[in-house]
């Protein structure tokens, strides 16, 4: 069963500061790779696709890596803006098209 | 353009009620998902519609829980003698998929379903 965990859970960070979400899925097997952002009592807004033949994907201040034979993702954020605060999720799309989320990341900037 | 719609917003319903929640997906996409974000247990996945094919409803929780997608456009979600546990966010999303998982998948706002 396909397994996808999100570090950090919280994270706050000054306005202005670079920085790097994490995720992690225990199943390799995957057709791609998506992140989301959700805002409080909203639905989910997609960020980036990586299929599974891609390494990353760019979108603004948005970069999504992804490392498919480690089972590993991260989504780096440049010059973080209030504005950015929100969940960042991701989820991957295995055999059949479900997606499988991870917990999220609940991220604070701080003007 | 027009994204996916989910009506109502917000369903407030009593404990044994049944309830049906409506979701309108992206014209043209011939896929469309159902999924449940409740606290503590995250986003799960419920049913699965593609074309004309059988849908997946290996995610649903029990049989309760019923989905249709008439004319490959419009679903229902149905949830027959709504229990507390039922109480989450509804979110429906769809994708222009052809093949299964191979696209971005449109979330919808979602319905927030609570059960008294």
């Known amino acids: 069963k396909q397994e996808v965990t999100q570090i950090p859970a919280a994270l706050s960070v000054p306005e202005g500061e670079n920085l790097v979400l994490n995720c992690s899925f225990t199943?390799?097997?995957?057709?791609?790779l998506q992140w989301f952002r959700q805002d409080p009592g909203k639905g989910l807004t997609s960020l980036l696709l990586i299929q599974s033949s891609q390494r990353e994907q760019t979108s603004g201040r948005l970069n999504a890596s992804l490392d498919k034979s480690s089972g590993r993702s991260t989504l780096y954020i440049a010059a973080s803006q209030p504005g950015d605060s929100a969940t960042y999720l991701c989820a991957v799309s295995a055999s059949g098209s479900r997606l499988t989320f991870g917990e999220g990341t609940q991220l604070t900037v701080n003007p | 353009g027009a994204g996916v719609s989910q009506s109502p917003s917000n369903k407030v319903t009593e404990k044994g009620k049944d309830v049906e929640l409506r979701c309108d997906p992206i014209s043209g996409h011939t896929a469309l998902y159902w999924y449940r974000q409740s606290l503590g247990q995250g986003l799960e996945f419920l049913i699965y519609?593609?074309?004309?094919?059988?849908?997946?409803k290996s995610g649903l929780p029990s049989d309760r829980f019923s989905a249709e997608r008439t004319g490959g456009s419009v679903s229902t979600l149905t949830i027959q003698r709504t229990q507390q546990e039922d109480s989450a966010v509804y979110l429906c999303?769809?994708?222009?998929?052809?093949?299964?998982?191979?696209?971005?998948?449109?979330f919808g706002p979602g319905t927030r379903l609570t059960v008294t």
């Open positions: 999303a769809s994708s222009p998929a052809r093949v299964a998982g191979m696209y971005e998948q449109y």
């Open positions: 519609f593609q074309g004309n094919s059988a849908p997946d």
């Open positions: 199943d390799s097997a995957i057709y791609n």
